[in-house]
């Protein structure tokens, strides 16, 4: 099995560019979660999806985040404009259902905002 | 919302003795208890969990106990090994989200 799939693994970008992140969940999986992790807030859930469907986007920081899941086996994380602050590691895991705890991570986007 | 605590932030330990992380809970209506392990540059892999049901769970070299009463649960991994060094995260599931602790760096003394 190849794992959840995140790109790109590093992003570097001016403040004010639009970013967007990159998951493949793993195949029959139909839960997906984007986290951010940061040295001051730790691991954060942002947003979860179930059936493709957003489920809980309270952890969403500000409109200028958006997700989409448009179908099972991709997810985006769009950061438009960027900011500095935004700077961080974003994970992106997968479960089977939405009932079943177990959740893998990806290997994260690490995005730097200058 | 769960708020979980985990300590210490940081354990060095001697290669062959034990290490123990423990955290706790808020929300009484946890029900999943998931230990994951992260090496630099990479996500977080879980290692070990234990649901309500259970007081305490095994798999080689770690385990995991939890006191549903005091709302507190504890990672344990007996004769530590360099490759035990990494990040460790402790993390509640209710209300179908995990909430992770703080995490605890490890560090494993040749």
């Known amino acids: 099995d190849a794992g959840v799939i995140q790109s790109p693994r590093h992003e570097v970008t001016e403040m004010g560019q639009e970013v967007t992140l990159r998951c493949k969940p793993i195949?029959?999986?139909?839960?997906l979660f984007w986290y951010r992790q940061t040295m001051m807030r730790g691991l954060e859930l942002l947003i979860y999806?179930?059936?493709?469907?957003?489920?809980?986007d309270s952890g969403m920081p500000e409109d200028r985040f958006s997700a989409k899941m448009p179908n099972a086996s991709f997810s985006t994380l769009k950061i438009q404009p960027s900011e500095p602050r935004d700077s961080a590691v974003y994970f992106c895991?997968?479960?089977?259902?939405?009932?079943?705890?177990?959740?893998?991570f990806g290997p994260g986007t690490r995005l730097t905002v200058l | 919302g769960e708020n979980v605590e985990q300590h210490p932030s940081t354990l060095s330990v001697q290669e062959g003795d034990s290490a123990v992380i423990k955290c706790t809970y808020s929300?009484?209506?946890?029900?999943?208890f998931p230990w994951y392990k992260q090496e630099l540059g990479k996500g977080p892999q879980l290692i070990i969990d234990?649901?309500?049901?259970?007081g305490e769970k095994k798999d080689q070299r770690i385990a995991v106990t939890l006191n549903k009463t005091a709302k507190h649960f504890s990672l344990h991994i007996t004769e530590t090994q360099p490759e035990d060094s990494a990040v460790y995260f402790c993390?509640?599931?209710?209300?179908?989200?995990?909430?992770f602790g703080s995490g605890t760096q490890l560090t494993v003394l040749p």
């Open positions: 195949s029959g999986h139909n839960s």
């Open positions: 929300d009484s209506a946890s029900n999943y």
């Open positions: 993390a509640a599931r209710s209300a179908r989200q995990l909430t």
């Open positions: 999806f179930n059936n493709n469907v957003p489920i809980d």
């Open positions: 234990i649901r309500s049901n259970v």
């Open positions: 895991a997968s479960s089977a259902r939405e009932s079943t705890d177990t959740q893998y």
